[in-house]
């Protein structure tokens, strides 16, 4: 993912230049191409200002030049401020001029529809062609404030200044961008770079974010984002902020699930769109914020102390109750708070027999008597586990004359002691107070509540290794689905090819021959119909279960042909699938969409009412590791099912693990042409039964056949 080239030096042209023009200048301040210049002028931009207009000789005390050729050496920054019938030549001046990017306000594009979204596919193609960087149309525009580059007509800019700080903001909608700016600004929060990317003809959210994440002026990532045309980029510019160590904290808009539901496939509802959204943001470590509010708290938060390196916290109290509710907060949030070791727990007994000690550590009012309890218990806290962020609760004493050097004291020596703890207090403190804590790297917080739920959302996962190892790669050979639904048999065979352990079974094409299959197979069967065109075979009394003996499977071959030719008068029947019966375990359901940002999406859960009823399922964009694997099984809120239970023998966790990574081969290898694939059921069965088994299988190919490659028929 991280070879993905986004031309980051390019981009450097357009979020730092060094030279800047901007093309319908006009005298005007308070006009859309005159804001601009009053801004660079205003501001303090230590760059070159160029001011393009045809029909003035000087603009705002600049110079006014008739083209961008005309100004005669390259600029970094062209400021398109035209209407839209004049962009066209506006970018072959631009292109002519080897500027090396563009800002464009300019409406009247996609957004417009019909000719619009021509104009604007017209648009991307020739920047493209040229390697001009773009960003627009229909935008407000970029903000570089820690070098004041304002190329922007946002009038807010002018009403309030926000600081310069080390939080990159980059967002789909110019309304929202300007609504941040203004919450930043009264908020005290401080913006590196601001962009809002309008449509998006060039530059995408993405190239911004991989901008941001090697920006060495930007430290923490906000990004507001509705939807996107090109999920490998996402991902590479996601995976590259969390190399490069940079939180990414995103507002994504469009919870509902809006994709098309594929008739022959549950999983098409159940991978929906916003839920695959959701597991790639998960999988990169983005911190998606609910609210706006929240957007804004976990953005300073990790400006302010960076991200916990793991979800073990110590809790430290002077009360015993707000001990309590901190613990329950956490185990709610899925923080840890593992107990201190007996030693250190003998240790703060010694100093205050009465105290708590486990964790939370309530060393009781106590600390009135001697302050010096608070370094000392928090070092015994934080040299006993090392915990990945620690929270002491300290009521009122914020507000003390007397305590304030005392804190002053506890947060600079632990954060010398301890520099690999995210630390928070829950206290009174004024505004200037609370401003020299988080110059520390301290987070404060009124509501210790709300701190637990700030560390738990900045929190990183368990360090599980799950994308460690090598990911599932295609199938040797290319598989190309033919359109439309397999038969199961046909499915079965394919997966089995690829690795899925399958159910025993055989096509039989005659009652006599469904009889001497389950004579083979010498157990209780299933007869199933085979046709192509009944994908659902239970809905036309296609299935009948647990037989035994030749009479009764050859009058079950009879029954399903009579009831699917009954129930679907046209449909190609091929005969009836005869399996054996598989008793006990655990059904589950296993699948792989294609979806039309991302790609191949795998889909795991448990089957029945888990599945239907309240969506307990996990998802992973492809290519996924063992591990993922692994983890997609665990995560699963009815996991203690298959874990085993009340007594119940355990699922082989590995098998399943192993299922899923076959069946992303599989995916892998059809690559454009699976529409998607559906195991119900996945039996997971303990290892001493033989591990997983597919007991169903349903493949849909989509019409898209590949060179050099054989359809299968």
């Known amino acids: 993912m ?3 080239d986004f031309k980051l030096d390019d981009l450097s042209a357009l979020f730092s230049p060094r030279s800047i023009a901007v093309v319908g200048a006009s005298s005007n301040p308070q006009k859309i191409g005159g804001i601009p210049i009053d801004y660079a002028l205003r501001f303090g931009f230590g760059g070159t200002l160029h001011a393009v207009n045809p029909t003035a000789s000087e603009v705002q005390g600049l110079r006014a030049h008739a083209s961008l050729q005309a100004i005669g050496e390259p600029v970094d920054l062209a400021i398109l401020a035209v209407p839209a019938a004049a962009v066209h030549g506006a970018i072959e001046d631009a292109i002519a001029a080897k500027a090396r990017s563009v800002v464009l306000f300019s409406a009247g594009f996609a957004e417009v529809g019909g ?6 596919e017209r648009l991307s193609q020739r920047v493209r062609e040229a390697g001009l960087r773009l960003v627009g149309p229909n935008c407000l525009g970029i903000m570089n404030l820690q ?29 929202f961008g300007v609504y941040a700016y203004a919450l930043a ?14 449509n998006e003809a060039e530059v995408q959210l993405a190239d911004c974010l991989a901008w941001l994440a090697q920006d060495d002026e930007t430290d923490v990532i906000m990004a ?25 904290i995103m507002v994504k808009i469009g919870r509902t699930e809006l994709g098309a539901q594929a008739a022959a496939s549950h999983t098409a509802a159940l991978a929906g769109d916003d839920a695959v959204y959701d597991a790639v943001l998960r999988r990169y470590g983005v911190i998606r914020a609910r609210t706006v509010r929240e957007f804004f708290d976990l953005a300073h938060s990790a400006g302010v102390a960076g991200r916990p390196r793991g979800r073990r916290i110590g809790l430290f109290t002077v009360s015993g109750g707000v001990g309590a509710m901190m613990a329950d907060d956490a185990a709610s949030h899925g923080l840890e708070v593992p107990a201190l070791t007996d030693a250190a727990q003998a240790q703060l007994r010694e100093w205050v027999p009465f105290s708590a000690p486990r964790n939370p550590v309530d060393i009781t009012a106590q600390v009135t008597n001697d302050m010096s309890l608070l370094e000392r218990s928090a070092r015994v806290m934080l040299e006993d586990q090392g915990f990945d962020s620690w929270m002491g609760f300290l009521a009122a004493a914020g507000t003390s004359d007397t305590s304030w050097p005392i804190l002053q004291q506890l947060v600079g020596s632990l954060r010398a002691a301890f520099p690999d703890t995210v630390l928070a207090l829950s206290t009174l403190l004024s505004p200037q107070r609370r401003a020299e804590l988080e110059a520390m790297h301290c987070l404060v917080f009124e509501d210790p509540s709300e701190g637990i739920r700030t560390l738990a959302a900045l929190a990183k996962q368990p360090a599980s290794e799950e994308h ?59 007869v199933k119909v085979v046709s192509a065109d009944i994908p659902h075979k239970s809905d036309v009394g296609g299935v009948v279960l647990d037989i035994a003996g030749a009479e009764a499977v050859r009058a079950a071959f009879e029954e399903t042909q009579a009831n699917a030719l009954a129930a679907r008068p046209g449909a190609c029947l091929e005969g009836a699938m005869v399996a054996s019966m598989v008793h006990g375990g655990v059904e589950c359901i296993a699948g792989v969409r294609h979806d039309p940002v991302f790609g191949p999406v795998l889909m795991f859960g448990l089957g029945g009412i888990h599945v239907e009823t309240l969506r307990d399922v996990s998802l992973r964009v492809l290519p996924v590791t063992h591990e993922e694997a692994l983890s997609m099984v665990r995560e699963l809120r009815a996991f203690p099912i298959l874990a085993g239970a009340r007594g119940r023998p355990a699922a082989d966790l590995g098998a399943i693990a192993d299922a899923l990574c076959a069946l992303a081969r599989f995916a892998l290898a059809a690559g454009d042409t699976l529409d998607s694939v559906e195991i119900n059921p996945l039996i997971a069965r303990p290892r001493e039964q033989g591990g997983c088994l597919a007991a169903d299988a349903l493949v849909v190919g989509r019409p898209r056949p590949k060179e050099g490659t054989t359809a299968l028929t």
């Open 2 to 4: 991280n070879d993905f």
């Open 147 to 175: 070098r004041h580059i304002y190329a922007t007509f946002a009038p807010v800019a002018s009403a309030i200044r926000v600081k310069p700080g080390r939080i990159g903001l980059v967002s789909q909608s110019g309304a």
């Open 468 to 526: 460690a190892g090598h990911a599932v790669t295609a199938t040797s050979h290319a598989i190309v689905l033919p359109a439309g639904t397999l038969s199961e048999p046909a499915a079965l065979k394919l997966l089995a090819q690829a690795g899925v352990p399958v159910v025993p079974h055989y096509l039989a094409r005659s009652a006599k021959e469904a009889a001497d299959a389950a004579r083979q197979l010498d157990c209780a069967v299933a």
């Open 185 to 198: 600004h009264a908020r005290g929060v401080g913006f590196s770079t601001w962009v809002t990317t309008g």
């Open 115 to 120: 000719e619009g979204i021509l104009a604007q």
């Open 224 to 248: 507001y984002m509705e939807g996107c045309r090109d999920g490998p980029r996402l991902r590479a510019a996601l995976a590259l902020a969390q190399a490069n160590g940079k939180p990414v």
